[in-house]
């Protein structure tokens, strides 16, 4: 079993930055792959950024590819997600999600999801 707990998510004016945690409850963090959701009030919960256990793969949503990083440091259990040039369409709730096996972009695939953590960009 994997908890996880979101945190650094706030406001900020357009074309800030914000830097989102991710720590991971469990000996066993550096096995999983780990993404990054967002939902924003009335659509889908849609896929950021994921990054596979030994960060040798990573994808990024086109909508944030080259101004979003994800990385993790598993000696600290922990995932992030650097947020650079935000705009106000990146408003939206994002959770952290594990995934016991290799990287996807597909949420079904993941076992583990965080409680979410809003981020609302003003324009």
């Known amino acids: 079993q994997v908890q996880l707990v979101e945190s650094g998510g706030g406001l900020v004016q357009a074309g800030g930055s914000l830097r989102l945690s991710c720590t991971a409850s469990?000996?066993?963090?550096?096995?999983?792959?780990m993404g990054w959701f967002r939902q924003a009030p009335g659509k889908e919960r849609e896929f950021v950024a994921a990054?596979?256990?030994?960060?040798?793969?990573?994808y990024y949503a086109e909508s944030v590819q080259g101004r979003f990083t994800i990385s993790r440091d598993n000696a600290k259990n922990t995932v992030y997600l650097q947020m650079n040039s935000l705009k106000p369409e990146d408003t939206a709730s994002y959770y952290c999600?594990?995934?016991?096996?290799?990287?996807?972009?597909?949420?079904?695939?993941?076992?583990?999801w965080g409680q979410g953590t809003q981020v609302t960009v003003s324009s």
């Open positions: 999600a594990a995934r016991g096996g290799t990287v996807s972009t597909r949420q079904w695939q993941y076992d583990y």
């Open positions: 469990g000996r066993t963090f550096s096995t999983y792959a």
């Open positions: 990054r596979s256990w030994s960060g040798g793969s990573t």
